[in-house]
């Protein structure tokens, strides 16, 4: 079983192993979160080329490592097992992409509206199924998913200035969004 989570990589060192398409596809999430990327590849595409992201165009060194919070590798499986291994011993987790025989951690295919986030998981066993699930959430998640939150946010608010007990807090919030409705009702 997985123990899913969701990282802050604010201002946080990334080693992103691999130089092709798959690592550029890696890329664009990790700027998005504030991560700094060090990418490390023999070759690297142009994709990968940008002036907020550490290049270093040679094979991957154990000590690539020091200093990183998170690692992905994107490489061919030998590589990957290396950065396995080395990451192993520092306690560091790694998304080996594609490759879970060489992974300690798996990214979810991501649903995002708004400040709300859903991953789906399948334990790296099954990314297009997990891909199809997502498109299935995509399409339920109402799209003023914002509303619900800054009502969320209000709510919550009051119920800690209250005192309510985090136990009925669910059925309460149930009620403040079903009155998010009532006025558009015939």
Known sequence: MLYPVFLKLRGRRVLLVGGGGVAA????????????????????????????????????EPDDLDGAW??????????????????????????????PAH????????????????AI????????????????????LPQDVDRWMLAADEARRQWKESGVPMERRRPLLLETLNRLYESKKP
């Open 25 to 60: 596809a890696k890329l664009e999430g990790l700027l998005a979160a504030g991560a700094v990327v060090t990418v490390v590849a023999p070759e690297i595409n142009a994709a990968l080329e940008r002036r907020d992201v550490t290049l270093h165009r040679r094979s991957f």
């Open 70 to 99: 998170w690692v992905v590798a994107a490489a061919p499986p030998e590589v990957n097992r290396q950065v396995q291994a080395a990451a192993e011993a520092r306690q560091l987790f790694v998304n080996a992409v594609d490759d």
């Open 103 to 118: 992974a300690t951690a798996y990214l979810g295919s991501v649903v995002r509206r708004d400040d709300v986030t859903v």
């Open 121 to 140: 998981s399948t334990g790296g066993r099954a990314p297009a199924l997990a891909a199809l699930l997502r498109e299935a959430l995509e399409a339920w």
